[in-house]
């Protein structure tokens, strides 16, 4: 039904923030990889949003710099002042005046809104309502709204300070997000005052402006989490786990298996193939994709990496950002990759640093094995032919190429190219002395007389 709907969403993220103790805008904090403001643009997308605006408070520049990165196609308005949260969906009048058949009004602190639920409240615009909140059963009600209905329609919302004794009993509670019939969402924001003890303009009197012009005003119900607004710190991470728990559900729900979900720690965009498994304490960072049967053993850490089908990683592996495996690649314990495709079958199972190189397909990398690829001013690439052995304890001074099939002795400090099938050794040459040990004490006592 909303699909055949036009819809502008309202993005407040003028929000100050204090409370969080940052130099940082509220809505700029993250969860899971992302903004608090990434997380609901990207619902409204998902809800089939056909145009944005995003109201910001004065000077948030950072603010708008996210938004158009998330969603380059968002009208961004100024509320220069705070004057409540009616007032600041006025700051996109100009938006709203345009004329669409729903407007939606969602707030950047509250990124956990499910893209369903938004379409299930643009769902009762289309049957008619004027006016759509969204409520939640709250377990504890204190200091919200109480949703008072008669019917099916919203008589009023009642703030916590207003509500009589019988009032404070309702749990249905106001979530605070709204949507509005486009045709009188004017009318109705133009209708609240601020007569009330802050002189703000509450979006919550849209309630009362609706019921005064005989519309209907109807209350979507929804879980309590999806409508956690973020103003503190413990807040934020209170919404992450929750946000992590329905990501790991997500995976498990698409063919992962999760030892101890609860250790897993998840982006937004993390991306899974069938019958991967992972181990207990992995962190996934921002743009990880993992193929199908892939293993990520525990406490290894990944972040803008690709890990090909069938490969294992880990335990305690790192894998930074370009970070490439083709199909079955083995990376072990305590090795670093960096900016480097590690092709088929190739394998680094020990203590090793791989950056900014290309490891050929069969390739056995050593213990300890070292890609020196910084000279204190640049970068430069090391690359590794296929089927090669790179001895253990192994340092290969970028640039340098090893070719197909090669072998470097282990310990070797490898500064120059080797050509394919050949072996280079770069060490100092093993001395024995018989006897030396035997002789040691004799020559000690004689230096002592001297
Ligand atoms: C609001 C509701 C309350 C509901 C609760 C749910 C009112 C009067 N009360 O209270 O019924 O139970 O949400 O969490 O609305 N904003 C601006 N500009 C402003 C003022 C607010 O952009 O000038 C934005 C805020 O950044 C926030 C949103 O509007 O995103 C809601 O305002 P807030 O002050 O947080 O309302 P609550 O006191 O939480
Ligand atoms: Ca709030």
Redesign the pocket.
Known sequence: MSDQRSCLAIV?????GTRMRSARPKVLHAIAGRSLLAHTLDAVRKAAATSTAV?V?PGAEEVTVEARRVMPEAEIFV?S?????A??VLAARSAIARGVDDVLVV????PLVRPQTLRRMRDALANGAALVVLGFRARDPS???RILQEGGDIVA?R?ELDASPQERRIDL????LMAFAGASALAILDRIGNDNRKG??????AVASVRAMGKSAVVIETEEDE?R?V?TRAQLAETEAVLQQRLRRAAMDAGVTMVAPETVYLCADTSFGRDVVVEPFVVFGPGVTIEDNAVIRSFSHLDRARVGKGASVGPFARLRPGARLEADVHIGNFVEIKEALIETGAKANHLSYIGDATVGAGTNVGAGTITCNYDGAAKHRTQIGQNAFIGSNSALVAPVKVGDGAYIGAGSVITGDVPPDALAVARGRQVVKEGWARRLPARKAARKKS
């Open positions: 407040l993220a003028a929000g100050e109201v408070g509320q002042q705070r004057h409540g949260s007032h600041a707030f950047g602190d509250t200091g919200y709204g919302i703030e509670c106001n979530g605070g703000e303009f509450y979006l919550t009197d409508v607004g103003n």
